[in-house]
Structure formats: structure tokens, C-alpha cells
């Protein structure tokens, strides 16, 4: 992508988006097609999926077959560069030892972020997620209604291209007719579980996930999404004709360099840079939010990557959207006479209730799956189906012993053979060598499953991160202390979850990989684990209990946003990266309505 | 996978530090015949390499070797490929594991600069020793001279941890690691893969789900 300097940068901007990710990439798509310009700022090194992206090397053509390292956690061919869960030169601390009250937090420092691996897996908050504490009693209320957002969910859909059906289902919303892709066909295993589940009462229905299983309507969408802007209809029509449609073939992970999944560098920044409105500053870590003396936003500091040089980007609208944790510390970082505590934080709530999603996981082996023909179950490269919690009335009723649902996504099938390949076999081989142990890979090949539960958190005045005093990054940036506790509304749901999978594996005539552990606490994945983590800036009506409005406006700072996951006041069970989406397209609308009416 | 970073080295504490080490390297070297600081693979501990870093080209296809030496020794790396094709022998289907590249990977994956391969090293590498005595102390000859049921008589007392007697429970838990490695080093390649009937990584027209037969056989039909 064509890309500006830190010595071309324009005297002023609009609007500086700070981030390019789901968030910052949907602001800039909707602020630059509605022309407003935008400069861009993305800490890591441009990237280009187009000509970057492994799509059909073997785990043979990588160094270690493919396996994780700290350079590459998820895999050799994973999209992700220059980034983990540590960053050379870019620490963060914890403040305690406890290995409980550990968050580890993953950062990917390239163009688009963690859009470019991410499971794409598309889901909607019901209406209950929106006012978990009037339904509970427990954590906090969004300003905003399930009806606010739902036509922004549907334009997101219809932009990014997601797949699966509308179910009916409780608290798992529909989306309008026609916006939808056909889900892709179940796999056997996927089928089995779907019928086997059925049986203990939980729906197995089509995922949803951000993959083209057709090429998108370019004739009739781009007026649906922009009545009225021709302009951006002309630029959205072009950028549709340049995606094809899933061939059924490579792990999404990889990323897509057909751009058949949802990649912020395939599907938001291309057209935002073709409305010309758009300049992109890469390898540039903002550093702090500038304020003139009026007490409004003025810009940001940044620093070159390249250079070492510091630099200032001067807009008349600042939104961040770093992700959660990098957005708060910018804030907290950003101190002025107004601000001793950091811009925007007159509440002092600025990283407090920080979230992230409950994880726990079972495998199991099926016997019914063993030694089936050759078949290619590739599929569309991450989940066909999945399961929305199911048990609303139980848990309203009290009789779970924890607060908030989950939902599963199951794992299975004949996938490309990695570096993990036959590997642990024993509990089910009694130890084989030889020839028995080559008929045994064959047979256990395909039958093997896999259980991950993905829960609801509450948020808690336990877990949060804050700047810690002494310590500095590469840059001479301060970086973020992290504290974290699980309440037992989470530990709990861990305990469930792993009863639920081995009940699962039961009825599917398998057998359980390991002990099923009831303690929940032992089950449940390290804060920040899943890479969900929002809040930090929590959206809210009254100015003293939130960062935030419902505009993701700070209360403070008139012309200050933040589009990305940190103004979440709760985390659904699913999964964030489609409401961040729909909220910050939803934020720029109201952002374009105001600059019009020089509110900003 | 601990998030805490160690604390900031001073520049004086580092100067300290390099100058100590130069002079230990210097002593050891100066102890050592020349002839033995060349020996690959003669320390099981020291792997001083580089990794691929964290933006590596994921383009090109790569080979053991290809970002760090490879350490094994002559003498290892014989008893890697005996040892492999014990797990994975050829038969009707697919080739012997050694004779697929596998004995490369275990030493790409021995000689790797990375937390979990350092790990690995000196289990794989005392395992392969631990092979050798136990062979000359039963048969008196290397593990790779041995005949098929001499080396079965071996691995038959290790094959399985929670199995094998106390005296075997270190040799037990290395050839658990072993045949992981071999496995995952075998199934990768196109032979490996071609064993286990995979046929997909193509790009299809359409993806139409299991046939009747499959369904049929798993009692969906």
C-alpha cells in the first residue's frame, strides 16, 4: 500500500486514527468514504497479504515442521510478524508473581493487526449482552440498546462478507434477510457432534465467520451499505470485485492473499485508500495524545520506528484504536496540567475493567471416525459449526452457580499434517513403535476432536492495567503493569464447560483425553489468554462511573474517541471483533454527522 | 510463556558480564585440543544460534540447516535413523523415516534456539547415548548394528511411560519425545502425508460435505 513518511505528513488532519485492526480499518473506511481526511497511524511495518501470505506451503517447507516458537506462537506459516505475547524491546510487567493473577497480552506490530490471523469467527451480541446488570444484577449496562446496533452489524456483514443462518435462537440475533452468506456444508465430525448434542439439549448450529463462500454481491451491496454517496458505491463496488470466493483450501490463519476472508489490509484499507482521502503512516508508535489550551485533542506524538525520531500528527478529531490495552496506555501516558492523570481520566477509570473471554478446553478420541475413506475436509478453514449458549432459563433461574453463558467451537478432521502429527498417542496406541504404530496413526488420523469453550467474563476491580512507575520500553515509552483475578462467576463456568465436553465425547461413543477436572480454577486459561481483551475506557452515561458515552466520545475530551474493543462495558461470549467493528462504524457515522455540524 | 522481562541491564553490569565471558572462552579453548572444538554436537547443552526472528520470508520453502547449523554428530545422527525407522519402518504404504529426511528434522529440531528445542536437547541427546550403552550392554554393539528383535527387545521396556520399570523411566520418557518428533517429522513430508490418505491443501470449486458412504458408515445415513 502505497504509504506516506513522518516528513510528508500534511500540517493537519480531520481525523488521526491511531491503529489499523477492525477498528481503526472500519473508521478510516467510513470517515475517508465520506470524505473526511484521514491520516493513519500503525505501529508495526506495512504488510501486504497479497504477496505475504503461505497459502499452500506444507509444515515441511518450515523450519521446526511448522511448530510454535516465541518468534511464531501460532505456527511458522501464522500470519502474524513481529509480534506475540512478547515484543523484543517492548516489555510489560505484572504486578504480581502469582502466576493466577498473570495477564499475558498478545500484539501484533504490522499493518491491520490481528485482523490478519484471527479465527474470524463473526458473532453478534444478543439483547441481553447490552444490559447484562438489569438482567443480572452483576457488572455494568451499555448506554446503548441491541436496536442501536443492530443495523450497523448488518452493514458490517454485508461489507466484510460473513457466513451462516438465521436460527431464531434466544439472545443469538438474526441478521436481516440477505445479508448473509450460505454456510459452508457440516464435516463428519461436525455432523456427529451436531447430532450427539442434540441428544444432551444443546443446539449445534452454523458458525458464523468472516469467509466468502460466495464472492460478494458487488452489483447490489455497495448501495445498501452507502445510500446516497455514490462515490463510496463506486470505490465499495471496485474493492468487492477484487475479493474471490473461498476455494476451500488453507488454514485462515495464515491469512488469505485471495482476500476470501476478512483481513483489515483486504477489506477495509484497500477502498479507504482509493478514495484518495487516505494517508497511512507505518512503523509509527504513538507515544501520547497532544491537548491545546482550549482542553481539546490537538493530535498525537508518535515515534518512528525507523528513525528513532519523534514526530507530531496534527488532527482536528483523534480516535484511537490501538487495541484495549495499547489505546489506555497511550491515555495514561498522555498527561497535562488538565489531565495530571492522563488524558480523559477525570474518573480515574481509565484501565480499569479490563476483560477478556473464559477459556477451557477437552479433547477426546471417536472411534465412529476412525479409518474413514480419503476425504478433503479442509472446508472453509476454521469452524462450519457451533454452539450458542443454550441454557439462558437455567442459569436466570440460579441453578448453575455462575452468572454468564459460553459458546463452543469444536475442532476435528482430517487436517494438514503438522508438526504435532501422532503425537501423545499413547493413551490410545499403549505405547506402539513400528509398523503397529503406523496402522495406529492411520486409524486414530481424523478421529481425534477437540472442545474449546469461549465465556462471558464479569468485569471486576481486581483486573486492570495501569503505568508502571519504572519501567520503560525501547522507545522510552512507559509500559503497562497488568493486575488480574478471575471471580468464581468464571471459574465455575471453566468447571462447566469441561462436564459439557466430556459429556459430548460420551455421547459420541469417544473417549475423554485425560482427566475431567471439576475444578474450575485449574481448567481456565491465563488472562488475555483468547485475545479478547477489552475495556479500559468503559462506555457509560454518567461521567463519573465511565471513560466514555455511548459514542465512544470521551466524556472529557470532546473531540477524543476510541473505536477499537476498550469502551466494551461487558464481554459477551461472542467473540468481540464483530461489535468492535459494527460500534466503530456506528462512531464514525456520528463522527461525520458532527464535524458537518462543527460540533467537533 | 512468562510475561515478566528480566530487569534492564546497566551498560556497566553488561560490560562485566562479556568481559567475563570472553575470559572464559579464551581458558576453555586454551584447555582443549583443537581437533575436539570442532566436533558437532560434542556439548549437549551450548546452542548459541539465532532463530528466524519474528518476521521471517514465509514465502520460501525451507530445509534443516537452512537458519542454524545442525549439531548432531556422525555417530548421533546413525542412531536417530536407527532409532526412527524402528518407530516408523517401511512397509507396504510408505518408506522407513530416515529415508524421508527425518533424521534432519530431529537434529534441525535439537540444534534449535528456541526455549522448548533447548529443552528438548539433552533429553534427546542422553536418550541416544542411553540407546547406545543399553545396546552394547546387552548385545555388544551399537543400537544401529542390532538386529530387528534385539532393538525390539529394547524398545519394548521403554515404549511406554507409565509402563516401563523405574530403572527405564528416563530412556522411557525420551522415547515417548522420539517418537513424537519422529511422527511429526514423517507425516509432514509428502510421503507421511500421503500415508494418512490427506488430499486436501487444493483449491476446489466447491465443498460439498461428506458422501452418502461416509455418513452411511458413521450412522448419519
Known sequence: ?600 | MSANDSPPETGFSRRIERRAAIKWMMTAAASLPLAQLRIRGASPTAIDAKGYGTDPDLIRSYNPGDFWPLTLTDAQRRTTAALCDTIIPADGKSPAASAVGVVDFIDEWISAPYPQQREHRPIILDGLGWMDREAASRFKKGFADLADNQRNAICDDICLESAAKPAFAKAAAFFALFRNLTAGGFYTTPEGTKDLNYIGNVPLATFDGPPPEVLRQVGLA
Open chain 1, 1 to 600: 500500500m502505497p504509504l506516506v513518511t513522518a516528513d510528508t505528513l500534511k500540517p493537519s488532519y480531520d481525523a488521526i486514527v491511531v491503529g489499523s485492526g477492525a477498528g481503526g480499518g472500519q473508521t478510516a473506511y467510513t470517515l475517508t468514504l465520506e470524505g473526511m481526511k484521514v491520516l493513519m497511524l500503525e505501529a508495526g511495518r506495512n504488510y501486504v497479504p497479497e504477496q505475504e501470505t503461505a497459502m499452500f506451503q506444507t509444515n515441511r517447507e518450515a523450519p521446526l515442521r511448522g511448530a510454535s516458537t516465541p518468534d511464531k506462537y501460532f505456527g511458522f506459516h501464522d500470519a502474524t510478524v513481529d509480534g506475540g505475547w512478547q515484543v523484543p524491546g517492548e516489555p510489560y510487567t505484572q504486578a504480581s508473581n502469582d502466576p493466577k493473577q498473570e495477564f499475558t497480552w498478545w500484539r501484533a506490530r504490522m499493518l491491520g493487526g490481528r485482523t490478519n490471523h484471527w479465527g474470524r469467527l463473526s458473532f453478534r451480541n444478543g439483547p441481553y449482552d447490552f444490559k447484562p446488570k438489569s438482567r443480572d444484577g452483576l457488572g455494568f449496562d451499555w448506554p446503548i440498546r441491541y436496536e442501536d446496533l443492530a443495523p450497523y452489524y448488518d452493514k458490517v456483514e454485508m461489507l466484510i462478507g460473513v457466513y451462516g443462518n438465521n436460527d431464531g435462537l434466544e439472545n443469538t440475533p438474526d441478521s436481516s434477510p440477505g445479508v448473509l452468506l450460505p454456510p459452508p456444508k457440516p464435516r463428519v465430525f461436525e455432523l456427529l457432534m451436531q447430532d450427539r448434542a442434540k441428544r444432551l439439549g444443546i443446539p449445534v448450529v452454523a458458525a458464523r465467520r468472516a469467509v466468502l463462500t460466495q464472492r460478494l454481491d458487488y452489483e447490489h451491496l455497495p448501495a445498501k451499505l452507502h445510500p446516497g454517496n455514490l462515490f463510496a458505491q463506486r470505490i465499495v463496488k471496485e474493492a468487492m470485485q477484487g475479493r474471490a470466493a473461498c476455494f476451500w483450501a488453507t488454514p485462515c490463519g495464515r491469512g488469505c492473499s485471495i482476500r476470501a476472508n476478512y483481513q483489515s489490509t483486504t477489506v477495509h484499507l484497500p477502498p479507504a485508500m482509493a478514495s484518495g482521502n487516505l494517508d497511512l503512516l507505518t512503523d509509527a508508535m504513538v507515544r501520547e495524545v497532544t491537548m491545546n489550551k482550549h482542553g481539546r485533542a490537538s493530535g498525537v506524538t508518535f515515534i518512528d520506528r525507523k528513525t528513532g525520531r519523534e514526530g507530531h500528527a496534527a488532527g482536528r478529531i483523534v480516535i484511537l484504536s490501538a487495541s484495549a490495552c495499547e489505546s489506555v496506555r497511550i491515555l495514561l501516558n498522555s498527561r497535562t496540567a488538565q489531565f495530571p492523570n492522563g488524558v480523559a481520566n477525570s474518573s480515574g477509570l481509565v484501565g480499569k475493567y479490563l476483560m477478556d473471554t473464559v477459556g477451557a478446553k477437552l479433547s477426546g478420541q471417536i472411534p465412529l471416525l476412525e479409518n474413514l475413506p480419503p476425504l478433503n475436509e479442509d472446508g472453509a478453514g476454521g469452524n462450519h459449526v457451533y454452539a450458542p449458549w443454550w441454557l439462558y432459563k437455567e442459569q436466570l433461574a440460579g441453578k448453575l452457580g455462575f452468572a454468564r453463558g459460553y459458546h463452543i467451537e469444536y475442532g476435528g478432521g482430517r487436517g494438514l499434517p503438522s508438526a504435532g502429527t501422532g503425537s501423545g498417542m499413547e493413551w490410545l496406541t499403549g505405547g506402539s513403535y513400528g509398523r503397529k504404530f503406523k496402522e495406529d496413526v492411520r486409524r486414530y488420523y481424523g478421529s481425534l476432536v477437540s472442545f474449546s469453550g469461549r465465556g462471558e467474563m464479569i468485569p471486576n476491580e481486581k483486573s486492570f492495567c495501569e503505568i508502571d512507575p519504572d519501567k520503560k520500553d525501547k522507545w522510552g515509552i512507559p509500559v503497562l503493569r497488568f493486575h488480574w483475578q478471575w471471580s468464581e462467576h468464571e471459574t465455575r463456568q471453566a468447571a462447566h464447560m469441561v462436564k459439557t465436553f466430556a459429556e459430548v465425547i460420551r455421547e459420541m461413543g469417544g473417549r475423554v483425553n485425560g482427566p475431567v477436572e471439576t475444578d474450575g480454577s485449574k481448567v481456565i486459561m491465563p488472562g488475555g489468554f483468547i485475545i479478547h481483551e477489552v475495556g479500559g475506557t468503559i462506555m457509560g452515561e454518567d461521567p463519573s462511573s465511565s471513560v466514555t458515552n455511548q459514542w465512544c466520545q470521551t466524556h472529557d475530551v470532546k473531540n477524543l474517541f476510541l473505536t477499537d474493543g476498550a469502551p466494551f462495558p461487558s464481554n459477551a461470549d461472542k467473540n468481540p471483533t464483530q461489535t468492535i467493528m459494527a460500534l466503530a462504524w456506528r462512531t464514525s457515522d456520528h463522527i461525520v454527522s458532527e464535524a458537518k455540524k462543527q460540533n467537533l
